[in-house]
C-alpha cells in the first residue's frame, strides 16, 4: 500500500518557503506485531518547529533532510496488531507528516472523543493547554489582582493562558496583531485590555496606559522588541515565563536588542525558559484541571482549521505571519 | 562639635569623578534620648553605591545632591544616651560618609570582635558574605559536580561565592580581570581554574575550554559581553544569578547585546535578579553558616584596605577599574 508523506526538501534561511518541502509517495511496510496502522484526522501546526528545521541544537533533534517532518497528529486506528488497540480508535502522537503510517502501539495515546473535539487534543487538551498550563502557574505563579500580560495572545497558548489568568483574578493584558484579534480576545475570553502592537507606534506607552500597575507576570510568546517594551515595565520580584520567542525563530543572525540584565537584577525579576516535557511526570493532573475547566464552561478553544493534506507547508509558514487566532490545526 | 562629612556635589555622567563629592565640615547635634554619637572605624565601598549616584529607581533610593554619601560603616559608640550601647561598643548600620555622627540606637547592630576582625562583618559576615550565600544557595542550587562560573571572581562577593561552591563540590572557575588575582583565586581560595577577560580575545572559547561540560551556574557579578561568552556555553537547566552588572553601571545610554531569550527559552534556564534585603529573614541562619565555616577555615576573608577617610571617593571610583582584591574597604 503506498501513501504520501512530506519531507523536509532543504533548510530554510529566515522565513520558511514552500520550496523547503516535499511531497512523496512511500511505499507503507505491513503492521507488525505490536504495531498499528493510522490514518491523520489532525494535523498540529506549531511554533517550535520552526526551530527543528535548523541544524541546530535544542530541545528537540533537527528534522533531517529528506526525512518525513514530524508533529503531534490525532489519526484514528485502521488496522491493529496490538492488543492495546483496535480499529476506530483515535489516538495521538509524534507522528510522521503522512497520510497513513505504521506505528509502534507504544508512541500512541488513545483520546475519550466523548469529552471533546478530536482536535481539542492537540490544543486546550493537549500539549497547547498543558503549555500555557505549567508555564503560567508554575514559573508565572500570578496571584489575584496582579496584572498578567501575553504575548502572542490570539495564539494556541496565549489564548489559554490569557483565560487561566483570568480564572485565577488577574488583570490579563493580551498583545496581538490586528484589531479583530483584540476584539476576540475581549469579547470572547475575558481579557481585561489589548493592544495591537502592529498600530501602536509607541509600544512602552501603550503597556504603560493598559498596566497603570505595572506588569507582575509576562508570559512571553514572542520575543523582540515587544518583550523589551514590556520589560521597560516590569514590576519588582515579577516573573517572566519564556514560553516562546516566534518573533526572532526566522532570524538569520544573532538578534541584538536592549540588555535586560541591569532591569531584572534592580527589581528582583526572574525569567525561567522552560518546555513542557520539563513537567512530564504532572500532566494527569493538569490534564484533569483542563478538562474541568472546559466542561464547567470556563475555559474555551479556538482554531484556525485548514483542509487537507496539502495545506500543511502553507499552515507552518502562515504560523510567522499570525495567520492563526488560537490554536492552528490542519484536517486531513 | 564639629565633623567632616561627605556629599555628592553632583552626579556623575558615566565614570564617577572626584568633583562629583565635595567635603564639608559640619556640626554635630547632641546626642539625644535613644541616641549614640559614633566614631567611623571602616567603611565598606560597594558597587551598588554607583547605581544611587543616579537619579532613577531601583531598589535603594538615590542619594541626594548637597546630602551625605551613606553606606555601611562600622564605627566604636563615643557617647552614648541609649540603655543598649555603652562606650566601647562597635556597632555596624547604614550610615552617612562621616567621621563622627549621630545615630539612633535603631539603626545599629552590635558586633562580637571577639569572632573576626572588626571590618569582616562588612565583607565576609556582612551584606557581602549574605549576597554570595543567599544567591549561590537559594537562587544558584549547585549540585556536587556541577561546574559554577563566577565574574568579577576577584570582588568582594564572587570570592565568596567561590568558595562557597568548593566547599559544596563543584567545579568553580573564576573570570577576573589579572593574572595575579587569577593566580590568588587557584592558589589561595581553591578555584579550579580562572580566566583574565583582559588577556582572552576569545572569551567564548575560553569558556568552553575551562568548562568542558558546560556551565551549570553562573554567578553574575559583571554583565556585559563576559556574560554573553558564559551564557553561550550555558547547560540545559542552569540557573543564572544576577548579583551585579558592574561593567554596564557606568553606561551612559542602555547597553544592547545579543538577545538572551531564545537561549534561556531552549536550554530551560532560569535567571533570577536578586538584592540581599530579600532574604533578611533568614539573616540569622546564614550568618551562623558563615561563622562556622570561617571558624573551621573553610571560609577565609580578603580584604583591599585603603586608609583614611579622604580616600573614600577614590576607593568608590577604584571599584569600577578593580583596582580592589576581595572587599574594598577604607579604614578611618
Not at 507522528?95 to 490544543?123: C, H, R, T
Not at 482549521?305 to 490542519?330: C, H, Q, Y
Request: aromatic fraction near 8%; include cysteine; hydrophobic fraction near 40%.
Amino acid at each position: 500500500m503506498t501513501t504520501t508523506q512530506i519531507v523536509l526538501a532543504s533548510r530554510p534561511l529566515g522565513m520558511p518557503t514552500l520550496d523547503n518541502f516535499k511531497f512523496a509517495e512511500m511505499e507503507l511496510p505491513v503492521v507488525g506485531d505490536g504495531e498499528v496502522m493510522l490514518e491523520s484526522m489532525y494535523y498540529s501546526i506549531d511554533p517550535y518547529m520552526r526551530g527543528r528545521m535548523n541544524d541546530e541544537k535544542s530541545y528537540t533533534p533537527p528534522f533531517q533532510v529528506g526525512k518525513p517532518i514530524t508533529g503531534t497528529i490525532v489519526a484514528s486506528v485502521a488496522e491493529s496488531q496490538s492488543p492495546f488497540y483496535k480499529k476506530g480508535d483515535v489516538v495521538v502522537g509524534m507522528l510522521p507528516w503522512q497520510k497513513k503510517m505504521i506505528a509502534p502501539e507504544d508512541d500512541l495515546q488513545k483520546i475519550n472523543v466523548a469529552i471533546a473535539p478530536p482536535s481539542y487534543f492537540l490544543g486546550l487538551l493537549g500539549i497547547t493547554g498543558l503549555t500555557a498550563y505549567f508555564g503560567l502557574l508554575d514559573i508565572g505563579k500570578p496571584q489575584m489582582g496582579e496584572t498578567v500580560v501575553i504575548s502572542g495572545a490570539a495564539g494556541a497558548v496565549g489564548i489559554v493562558a490569557g483565560q487561566i489568568a483570568k480564572l485565577l483574578g488577574c488583570r490579563v493584558v493580551g498583545i496581538a496583531g490586528s484589531d479583530k484579534k483584540i476584539k476576540l480576545l475581549k469579547d470572547e475570553f475575558g481579557f481585561d485590555d489589548g493592544i495591537n502592537y502592529k498600530t501602536s507606534p509607541d509600544m512602552a506607552k501603550a503597556i504603560a496606559v493598559a498596566c497603570p500597575d505595572g506588569v507582575d507576570v509576562y508570559f512571553d510568546n514572542v520575543g523582540g522588541a515587544i518583550s523589551d517594551a514590556v520589560i521597560s515595565h516590569i514590576n519588582f520580584y515579577a516573573r517572566i515565563v519564556l514560553c516562546g520567542q516566534i518573533a526572532l525563530y526566522n532570524s538569520t543572525k544573532v538578534p541584538t536588542g536592549p540588555r535586560i540584565q541591569p532591569m531584572l537584577l534592580t527589581r528582583s525579576v526572574l525569567m525561567q525558559g522552560f518546555i513542557v516535557s520539563n513537567y512530564k511526570s504532572q500532566f494527569p493532573e493538569a490534564i484533569q484541571k483542563l478538562e474541568q475547566w472546559l466542561s464547567e464552561g470556563k475555559l474555551k478553544g479556538t482554531e484556525t482549521m485548514l483542509r487537507g493534506f496539502d495545506a500543511l507547508p502553507k499552515a507552518l509558514i502562515g504560523l510567522f505571519s499570525g495567520n492563526n487566532t488560537g490554536k492552528m490545526i490542519v484536517e486531513a
